[in-house]
């Protein structure tokens, strides 16, 4: 018997060891609202617009410690950096450049000035850590 045969009629395929809870449309939206949560906190969760002050490329930081800062960078904000503009200019791969070191710059400089805060896994207020 094929796994196609063993479905209920109208349910759909899915990975066996994550159920889809066709059957319980219930159990199915509290499932929806935990992973449309996790995607918030994950994605976008505890990041602060910071402007590079060279450029003024704006791009999302988060800190989580002294030495892990997660950077998205958005069209836009690759178009607008010098650095990375020079970079692809002389041939580099701008994907292998761990950040500008202008913005890197501008991010120190919100942190110290309690723009971007200083937090940690431990300090999450979403308490996902």
């Not at 809870?21 to 499932?31: S, Y």
């Not at 002294?66 to 010098?82: I, K, L, M, Y």
């Amino acid at each position: 018997m094929t796994r196609a045969a063993e479905r209920p009629a109208g349910s759909r395929p899915g990975w066996a060891k994550a159920p889809d809870f066709t059957d319980d449309p219930e159990r199915r939206a509290a499932v929806d609202r935990a992973t449309a949560r996790d995607r918030e906190h994950y994605l976008r969760g505890g990041l602060t617009e910071i402007e590079c002050r060279s450029c003024h490329a704006c791009v999302m930081v988060k800190k989580y410690s002294s030495f892990h800062t997660s950077v998205q960078w958005n069209a836009e904000a690759r178009g607008r950096c010098d650095e990375l503009e020079r970079i692809r200019t002389e041939g580099g791969n701008t994907a292998m450049m761990p950040t500008c070191p202008r913005l890197s710059a501008s991010i120190d400089h919100g942190v110290a000035e309690g723009i971007v805060p200083g937090e940690s896994p431990e300090s999450d207020p979403d308490g996902y850590w």
